[in-house]
């Protein structure tokens, strides 16, 4: 069966930038700049498209992502966009979404705090506003000795159409 998300919509398609977008862009080139790491051509492209993705709710491996980007810029290199992508995970600009299957996608997530609510069959991921109190939090602290600095929160079930597929 083959797995679904949202960034085969935007595959091929030419996803316009607004101003979220470009407000991510922004952010994403920073970060880069603040790592570092020289403004070059691949990592604006990178940068471009992840914002358009961003603003579309799309979802992406990072290998699709390579394969997408290389269609305009056939030199780029997977280490590149690997590279890239983990740095914008640990800036909290992406966040990396796993799956029961060992898999995982990522996700431009740069504005709050928030979970996400998983499809065990199709991939689709769903933003949830949903958190663990902070009592919890504290509670969960004390009894491991544990001084807690963040939680990640991941909830799997079946959504709908997969559902409907079944039956």
């Not at 940068?47 to 603003?55: C, H």
């Not at 029961?100 to 199709?122: A, E, L």
């Amino acid at each position: 069966m083959q797995k679904r998300s949202a960034w085969n919509n935007c595959i091929g398609k030419d996803l316009t930038m607004n101003p979220k977008s470009n407000l991510m862009g922004d952010k994403i080139r920073a970060a880069f700049g603040a790592q570092g790491q020289r403004q070059t051509i691949a990592k604006n492209q990178i940068a471009e498209r992840l914002a358009k993705m961003g603003a579309n709710n799309a979802d992406f491996t990072v290998e699709k992502l390579w394969h997408e980007l290389r269609r305009t810029n056939p030199r780029l290199g997977r280490a590149t966009v690997f590279r890239a992508v983990e740095m914008l995970v640990n800036q909290g600009l992406l966040n990396r979404i796993d799956f029961p299957d060992n898999s995982h996608s990522y996700r431009v997530c740069g504005d709050g705090h928030h979970h996400h609510i998983t499809c065990v069959k199709c991939h689709r991921v769903v933003d949830i506003d949903i958190c663990p109190p902070l009592e919890q939090l504290a509670s969960i602290g004390r009894q491991t000795d544990f001084v807690i600095e963040g939680h990640s929160l991941t909830v799997f079930g079946i959504c709908a159409d997969c559902r409907k597929r079944k039956a």
